[in-house]
T-cell receptor
Framework: GDSVTQMEGPVTLSEEAFLTINCTYTATGYPSLFWYVQYPGEGLQLLLKATKADDKGSNKGFEATYRKETTSFHLEKGSVQVSDSAVYFCALSVYNFNKFYFGSGTKLNVKP | NAGVTQTPKFQVLKTGQSMTLQCAQDMNHEYMSWYRQDPGMGLRLIHYSVGAGITDQGEVPNGYNVSRSTTEDFPLRLLSAAPSQTSVYFC????????????FGPGTRLTVL
C-alpha cells in the first residue's frame, strides 16, 4: 500500500548549519508530495509541495526535489535558524484518491 | 477567509462524558477529515468525508462518530470519552479532485480524566 517513511528525530543543529531530513515513499498511483511544518502548539502548515517527478518545491529557504527513481523527497535548507525549530512531516496524496499519508514527523531543534 | 476553524481549543472531560468537537471551513472544500496526534505516533486518520452526507472510517475510528450535513461543517463526536482518547485533534480539508494539499485547523487539545 501507499506509505511515507521519514527519518526519526530529534535532529539537533547549530544555527547556520545545513539541514537534510530524509523522506521516502511508496505509492501505487501518481502521488503529489508535501512537506508540512508544525510549530509548537500550532496546527500543520504546508511548507512546500511537488506534483510530478523532477519538480522542486521551495519556500522560506527550504527545498525538496521529487525523485521518482529513488522514490524520495528529502527536505533541505542551507542555513537553519532558531526559528526553524519545529516538527516536519512528509506526506503524499495519490491523484483522485481519498487518502492522505503522513510520515511520523521529525523534530528539529536549532541551537543558537 | 477564515480557513479551517476548530472549537474548542482546549477541553477536559471525565471518563464517560460525551462531547462534540466542532470543525468548519469556508473554502467550499468537498473533502474533510479528522486526525488525532499522539506523541511519537504522528497523525492518524479517524474519519473523513468526501461531501455532504458521505462519511467513511479512517485508521482509528473506534469511539468516534461523525456526520456531514453541510459542506462547511464536519463535527466529531465522542459518545463516551475514555482516557485513551486524550490527544490533540486536528481537522483538515481540501478539494476532492486531483492530489492537492490539505489545510489544517489549529487543533483541539482534549484531556480525559
Amino acid at each position: 500500500g501507499d506509505s511515507v517513511t521519514q527519518m526519526e528525530g530529534p535532529v539537533t543543529l547549530s544555527e547556520e548549519a545545513f539541514l537534510t531530513i530524509n523522506c521516502t515513499y511508496t505509492a501505487t498511483g501518481y502521488p503529489s508530495l508535501f512537506w508540512y511544518v508544525q510549530y509548537p502548539g500550532e496546527g500543520l502548515q504546508l511548507l512546500l509541495k511537488a506534483t510530478k517527478a523532477d519538480d522542486k518545491g521551495s519556500n522560506k529557504g527550504f527545498e525538496a526535489t521529487y525523485r521518482k527513481e529513488t522514490t524520495s523527497f528529502h527536505l533541505e535548507k542551507g542555513s537553519v535558524q532558531v526559528s526553524d525549530s519545529a516538527v516536519y512531516f512528509c506526506a503524499l496524496s495519490v491523484y483522485n484518491f481519498n487518502k492522505f499519508y503522513f510520515g511520523s514527523g521529525t523534530k528539529l531543534n536549532v541551537k543558537p | 477567509n477564515a480557513g479551517v476553524t476548530q472549537t474548542p481549543k482546549f477541553q477536559v472531560l471525565k471518563t464517560g462524558q460525551s462531547m462534540t468537537l466542532q470543525c468548519a471551513q469556508d473554502m467550499n472544500h468537498e473533502y474533510m477529515s479528522w486526525y488525532r496526534q499522539d506523541p511519537g505516533m504522528g497523525l492518524r486518520l479517524i474519519h473523513y468525508s468526501v461531501g455532504a452526507g458521505i462519511t467513511d472510517q479512517g485508521e482509528v475510528p473506534n469511539g468516534y462518530n461523525v456526520s456531514r450535513s453541510t459542506t462547511e461543517d464536519f463535527p466529531l463526536r465522542l459518545l463516551s470519552a475514555a482516557p485513551s482518547q486524550t490527544s490533540v485533534y486536528f481537522c483538515a480539508s481540501r478539494i476532492l479532485q486531483g492530489a492537492e494539499e490539505q489545510f489544517f485547523g489549529p487543533g483541539t487539545r482534549l484531556t480525559v480524566l
